[in-house]
């Protein structure tokens, strides 16, 4: 019958030039041991991908460095804000409240009449206001 293969691996054998045997047909093939180019017609085996050596820093510059947007604000968490959002165009919206919280790509402020919370976008705010 037919092999069966996956489209983007070889099995481990290919590189390795060993025997393989097919269960369903109980004979042998012989697959040969690959040298380091490639025919035109065949497909090259990709190389296993290997952990990096590198080390990551614990926290992204952008959220840790005040002279970033989300670093700054971090550092009014609690405070009385305005925030004006440009949406589309031409509109702008203000919302007023406590800021609770700031992330990568979004700050949250809690409303002051009516107790609720709102996530905003932090890529629409244009103006930030703090009240003392």
Do not use: H, W
């Not at 041991?33 to 025919?39: H, I, P």
């Not at 065949?42 to 190389?47: C, G, K, L, T, V």
């Not at 979004?106 to 709102?118: K, L």
């Amino acid at each position: 019958m037919y092999q069966r293969y996956y489209y983007d691996c070889f099995p481990p054998c290919y590189l390795t030039g060993r025997q393989i045997s097919d269960s369903n047909t109980n004979s042998q093939n012989i697959i040969p041991e690959t040298s380091g180019t490639a025919a035109p017609n065949q497909i090259p085996a990709r190389m296993p991908m290997l952990p990096s050596d590198f080390e990551q820093a614990p926290g992204s510059p952008t959220t840790l460095d005040t002279q970033y947007t989300q670093g700054y604000l971090k550092t009014k968490i609690g405070k009385k804000v305005r925030i004006s959002f440009l949406l589309g165009t031409n509109t702008f919206q203000d919302r007023t409240g406590t800021l609770l919280e700031v992330g990568i790509s979004y700050v949250v402020i809690q409303d002051i009449d009516t107790n609720t919370q709102t996530l905003c976008d932090i890529y629409s705010i244009k103006f930030v206001t703090f009240y003392s």
